[in-house]
């Protein structure tokens, strides 16, 4: 069965600063996907990045970047000029078929 | 386009009461699934549904809980005799097609409560 590992609880990082949130999952499958979801106190869960196993080169959105590592099957999220509002729980999550695993999540506190 | 929409956004009943949460997909989503959230298990997967049809419901904890789509525009997810440890977030999502590429489309959840 597929697994998704979230190591840190929790981070925190300085406002203008850039921080990497770590993520580990376990599969046999050679094709699936990868996201970050971002969940702030309102309780949304919304899509920061993807990354498709087949593409080498990492995703990119702006401040948000990952480096993937498929052989090591890691997949960290790095935040770049860390703002405010980047505060939130931040899940990764693996999708192969239909399902989507969520790791247990890594709080994020951004401090001014 | 209004977005996956969750009702009630909160819930509070007491242990024994039966407790109904409901779903509207996006329109032309053909799967919906329903999550979990506790502090203790992050987010679980409870149930999913393709075309209306339940496909894995090995996430359900126990026959105190059931899902219907009777529809392509409308869950349910039920508790039956509800329970304090039944107190979670309960999410709906959406997806438009088996493509994994494609991203969930979550609703804003409803708070269960149960005293």
């Known amino acids: 069965a597929q697994t998704v590992t979230q190591s840190q609880p929790e981070m925190s990082v300085q406002e203008a600063e850039t921080v990497t949130l770590s993520c580990t999952y376990d599969t046999s499958e050679s094709d699936y996907y990868l996201f970050w979801y971002k969940q702030p106190p309102s309780r949304q869960m919304i899509l920061v990045i993807r990354q498709e196993a087949y593409k080498q080169q990492n995703a990119t959105e702006n401040r948000f970047s990952v480096n993937f590592q498929k052989a090591a099957k890691s997949f960290s999220l790095k935040i770049s000029d860390s703002q405010l509002g980047d505060a939130a729980m931040y899940f990764c999550a693996y999708r192969n078929t239909d399902k989507l695993i969520f790791g247990t999540g890594t709080r994020l506190q951004v401090f001014p | 386009d209004a977005g996956v929409i969750q009702s009630p956004r909160h819930e509070v009943t007491e242990m024994g009461q039966e407790v109904t949460l409901r779903c509207k997909p996006i329109s032309g989503h053909d799967y919906l699934f329903w999550y979990r959230q506790t502090m203790m298990r992050g987010l679980e997967l409870l149930i999913y549904?393709?075309?209306?049809?339940?496909?894995?419901d090995s996430g359900m904890p126990e026959d105190r809980f059931s899902a219907k789509m009777p529809n392509a525009s409308f869950s349910t997810l039920k508790i039956q005799p509800s329970e304090p440890r039944d107190s979670a977030v309960y999410f709906c999502a959406s997806s438009p097609s088996t493509n994994p590429n494609s991203p969930l489309h979550f609703g804003n959840g409803t708070r269960l409560t149960v005293t």
């Open positions: 549904f393709n075309n209306n049809v339940p496909i894995d």
